[in-house]
C-alpha cells in the first residue's frame, strides 16, 4: 500500500524527540549554542520567524547538512554537536527534517511540536508580521 504524507510524518515522530515551545524557549535560555533552524520555504520565513532563526528549507536540508556537500549550510553543516530547534508551520516537515538530521549524525536535535502556529500561539517570540497562516 502507498505510503501518504501523515505516514511519514507519524513515522519520523515516533524516532523524534518533541518538545512544546515553553520547553523550547527554556532551551534557548539555559544554552548559548542552540541553533533555531526554520525549514519552511524562503517566503514563509520573510514572513516572519523565530528570532535568530537559520532558514534551510526542507527540500534541501540533506545537502545543506552534509559538510562533504559542495555546497552545504555554512552553519548548518557543522552543528552536529550542537543542539538544534526545528520548526515548520505546523510541525509536520520539521518532523521529518529532525529524523533526517537524526539519521545524518546530529547528536541533539529537536522538534517543536506544531511548529510556528503553536509557538505563535503561546505568545513565544517572533520577528516579522503575526498572521494567521504561518
Known amino acids: 500500500m502507498a505510503k501518504a504524507l501523515k505516514d511519514f510524518v507519524t513515522e519520523a515522530r515516533g524516532r523524534i524527540r518533541e518538545i512544546d ?7 534557548l535560555e539555559d544554552r548559548e549554542e542552540v541553533l533555531i533552524l526554520d525549514v519552511r520555504e524562503p517566503d514563509e520565513f520573510a514572513m516572519g520567524h523565530i528570532p535568530g532563526a537559520v532558514n534551510v528549507p526542507r527540500g534541501i536540508l540533506e545537502s545543506a547538512a ?18 538544534i530547534l526545528l520548526y515548520c508551520k505546523s510541525g509536520g516537515r520539521s518532523a521529518m527534517a ?5 539519521e545524518m549524525g546530529f547528536e541533539e536535535v529537536y522538534n517543536i511540536a506544531g511548529g510556528a502556529a503553536v509557538w505563535i500561539g503561546d505568545d513565544c517570540s517572533w520577528e516579522g508580521e503575526l498572521k494567521e497562516d504561518v
Open 21 to 27: 515551545p515553553d520547553s523550547a524557549e527554556e532551551i
Open 98 to 102: 529532525t529524523a533526517t538530521l537524526q
Open 66 to 83: 552534509d559538510p562533504d556537500y559542495k555546497n552545504p549550510h555554512p552553519v548548518l553543516c557543522r552543528a552536529q554537536e550542537r543542539p
